[in-house]
């Protein structure tokens, strides 16, 4: 690929390659740190949409009909609002159900069931008035009682859900009319609008009925569209909701099409078998696609990490100088020039570089083998005869599982495994579906993997409860210290921005410090669309959430 193409981002303005790269590899521009600092609510706009070449907005009233394929890389394992945690399952269930409020595309704090919200002064209760008229797709009423139900049963310990932890504080919900939810805190949580707050919400009565396993496959919520037809591997489809509250959606039919080689999504976009990838795919492709004026090239930077995680319960890996010196041992400048084209930045903390609460001054670790061995051996860990090292009978060697397919982070694995062969630790590689390694990862079965997560909650929020505490839902790496559980504790109960930082300062720095698992990289998202796919928003700060609107596209 010439370096010197043409490409542009969604909004028209045209950048060279050498351009788009020297912007992504320093994490992103301004305009991201400043809206992700901007008040909730404020406005953060831009110019009127066009396509991939900077052609003229579109004309015209909004088309309806039509069916809208999307691509995913991996299976669909449930529908529930508990399974929205992999970006595939979260853009199928947030457009099947609707939470009272939510963070937008542009970080901006968006009402959708709740007309309006009131906090006390004390941050110890919230106050909601939802939108009446809206029907669920069963034509139930929208109430009250399905906030109340939904919010009580998914925080409910004995219901076992993955995200419980989103609902730190929560202590009473009461609905004194059909129209009002009253949430009481035991303990201020400064995450609430971001965590519980956006949790979206099932039909109570129908939910009761059937319970969580049954309506994980056959969900009903408020969302612009319902469920048609579901194959976990396969495919997913939604049709259009005629009665959904904002208006019946343009679109008549969402696909999301379950391909796991993003070579092969590539050529579905080529061939006009696709309109969208949920998922992005090789860095080039999406840097070609965004030099054709037939597609448009979604861009943000990323909140999620691409890590390895690792479990620290295990022998091998639970001394934090053994998972030191593989930082040292893994040269991540290069996985991110050669092996991800630079649209990315090298990773120094769980907290991304366009949040306000991100620290520049934390602990690095440059690659440096020499220190990389020297904490090995400070550690008693001495090379065998084949070069891998042991301790009391244990080898340094472990297994990390890759997604099946995964052509894109496949190749990280393997240049770990080559790397960090050279310090004396041996890595197998294996191959599992998505719901299969977090499943391993969440009960500590699973070894070590390689995806992208959130370690916080976007840009907005940095709580990093569900993956850092060690009660979290989605603590992958069975990391456990009390000192990380207090600060998180803690800061969850402090509202103002400058003394929330202290606590995320200290929670940043015993994360570089424990390396609880292998961070390498932040990326810039890329989304490609077709681009008769008309709507999209203009200069988005966050990605994936995007797709939540897709009741506003249509096609040309």
């Known amino acids: 690929m010439n370096t010197e193409g043409r490409s542009t981002t969604s909004g028209g303005r045209r950048l060279t390659r050498r351009d788009f790269l020297r912007a992504t590899a320093v994490g992103g521009s301004a305009a991201v740190f400043l809206a992700a600092c901007a008040p909730a609510g404020a406005p953060t706009g831009g110019a009127a949409p066009t396509t991939a070449a900077g052609e003229a907005p579109v004309a015209g ?34 457009n099947i159900h609707n939470p009272l409020v939510y963070y937008n595309e542009f970080n901006e704090l968006e009402l959708v069931l ?32 399905d906030v109340k139900y939904t919010w009580d049963y998914y925080r409910n310990p004995d219901n076992g859900a993955v995200r419980a932890g989103l609902f730190t504080g929560v202590s009473e919900i009461e609905t004194p009319d059909d129209l009002t939810v009253v949430v009481k805190m035991a303990t201020i949580n400064a995450a609430s609008l971001a965590n519980w707050a956006s949790f979206p919400i099932v039909q109570s009565t129908y939910h009761a009925e059937v319970g969580e396993s049954t309506y994980r496959t056959a969900p009903i919520g408020t969302g612009a569209y319902k469920l048609k037809e579901w194959r976990a591997a396969e495919f997913t489809e939604l049709e259009a909701f005629e009665d959904h509250f904002r208006g019946r959606p343009n679109i008549d039919i969402i696909r999301l099409e379950v391909v796991p080689e993003p070579s092969v999504r590539t050529i579905a976009l080529q061939t006009g078998d696709a309109d969208a990838t949920v998922w992005p795919l090789l860095v080039e492709d999406s840097l070609s696609f965004a030099q054709d004026p037939n597609y448009v090239v979604l861009k943000a930077l990323g909140n999620s990490i691409k890590h390895f995680p690792l479990n620290n319960s295990l022998p091998q890996l639970s001394d934090k100088r053994v998972r030191q010196a593989m930082m040292y041992g893994l040269d991540r400048e290069r996985i991110v020039a050669d092996l991800w084209q630079g649209a990315a930045s090298v990773a120094h903390s769980n907290i991304p570089p366009s949040s306000f609460y991100y620290d520049p001054n934390l602990k690095q670790y440059p690659y440096d083998v020499e220190q990389a061995k020297a904490l090995l051996d400070e550690a008693g860990w001495v090379p065998g005869s084949d070069g891998v090292r042991a301790k009391d009978g244990v080898r340094l060697a472990f297994t990390m599982t890759t997604i099946t397919g995964d052509q894109a982070r496949r190749p990280i694995a393997e240049f770990a495994q080559q790397q960090l062969k050279e310090i004396g630790v041996e890595i197998q590689l294996a191959e599992a579906p998505v719901a299969s390694i977090l499943e391993g990862l969440r009960n500590g079965t699973l070894e070590s993997s390689i995806f992208n997560w959130t370690y916080n909650n976007g840009a907005i929020e940095p ?25 998180i504790e803690e800061g969850l109960q402090v509202v103002d921005p400058e003394e929330r930082r202290k606590y995320y300062d200290q929670i ?40 939540y609107r897709a009741h506003e596209w249509w096609l040309d």
């Open 61 to 94: 009233a909004p088309k309806q009909g039509g069916t809208m394929v999307w691509l995913g890389h991996q299976e669909v394992a449930g529908l529930s609002p508990d399974d929205a945690g992999p970006d595939v399952q979260a853009v199928m269930i947030n």
């Open 114 to 145: 709740a007309d309006s919200y009131e906090i006390a002064e004390d941050g110890l209760t919230y106050t909601f008035k939802l939108k009446e008229g809206v029907k669920f797709h069963d034509g139930s009423d929208f109430t009250s009682a």
């Open 463 to 487: 709580d990093p409860f569900s993956t850092l505490h060690s009660t979290g839902g989605n603590n992958f790496n069975q990391f456990k210290n009390a000192e990380m559980d207090r600060l």
């Open 508 to 547: 940043q720095a015993i994360f570089v410090e424990e390396v609880p698992c292998l961070y390498l990289q932040y990326d810039e998202w890329l989304n490609v669309f077709s681009a008769r796919v008309k709507g999209l928003p203009v200069d988005p700060k966050a990605s994936t959430v995007w797709f």
